[in-house]
């Protein structure tokens, strides 16, 4: 089991930064790919970014490229995003998800965190 804690959500004025934080407890070891969706209200659930075991591979929504930066560090069993130049479309719950070795999907969510960006 993998467990997920998100942080640093909040309130920011568009073009305003955050970073949110995702600490990962249990079997990190078996964490291949760990990332983040979001969920606005009335919306479906999308992918936001996500970033391999070492780092060296990452990928974003077409949405946020430019904006956001995914990390990880694995020292420290946490994976983040920044997220600068905010726009009110960012407003969500953001959720740190995780994907074990093998799967095709991502096995376990966190709690999700508030982000909301005024106008």
């Known amino acids: 089991q993998v467990h997920l804690v998100e942080s640093g959500g909040g309130l920011v004025q568009a073009g305003g930064s955050l970073r949110l934080s995702c600490a990962a407890s249990?079997?990190?070891?078996?964490?291949?790919?760990m990332g983040w969706f979001r969920q606005a209200p009335g919306k479906e659930r999308e992918f936001v970014a996500a970033?391999?075991?070492?780092?060296?591979?990452?990928d974003d929504a077409d949405s946020v490229k430019g904006r956001f930066t995914i990390s990880r560090d694995n020292a420290k069993k946490t994976v983040y995003l920044q997220m600068n130049r905010l726009k009110p479309e960012d407003t969500a719950v953001y959720y740190c998800?995780?994907?074990?070795?093998?799967?095709?999907?991502?096995?376990?969510w966190g709690q999700g965190t508030q982000v909301t960006v005024s106008s």
């Open positions: 998800v995780a994907k074990v070795w093998g799967s095709s999907e991502y096995n376990y």
């Open positions: 249990g079997r990190t070891s078996s964490t291949a790919v």
């Open positions: 970033i391999s075991w070492s780092g060296g591979s990452t």
